[in-house]
């Protein structure tokens, strides 16, 4: 039984798991919003609202974080850059998820996340 089990398994090993979530992330940060299914869109808004605090934060010790989950190097220091001035004003819930329709052939819930 998997009581008090909050983590989503995604169906994947943890490693298969971490890759697919560092790359999800990335590609959030990189194109604004991404379209996937409903439950891999609820388990990476978590990564990317970290990612996005990180980059507020805006220290070494925050940078160095960062470059260990996002894959493009040129990426973070873009995220470093934008995101005082972006987010200032705003204290989380820096991504939104919207459903949209099934997706056809297996009829999985489809979302789009984006960033706010």
């Not at 398994?9 to 379209?35: F, M, N, S, W, Y």
């Not at 388990?43 to 940078?63: E, F």
């Amino acid at each position: 039984m998997r009581h008090r089990k909050k983590i989503a398994r995604l169906g994947k090993p943890a490693d298969q798991r971490k890759a697919l979530l560092r790359a999800l992330t990335t590609e959030v940060i990189r194109h604004g919003r991404i379209k996937t299914t409903h439950t891999r869109a609820k388990a990476v808004r978590k990564h990317v609202d970290h990612m996005i605090q990180l980059g507020k934060r805006g220290d070494l010790h925050a940078r160095r974080q960062a470059m260990g989950w996002i894959y493009d190097k040129d990426l973070v220091h873009s995220l470093f850059e934008a995101a005082p001035e972006r987010y200032a004003d705003r204290e989380g819930g820096y991504t939104r998820v919207l459903r949209t329709m099934p997706r056809q052939g297996d009829n999985a819930k489809m979302a789009v996340i984006e960033l706010v």
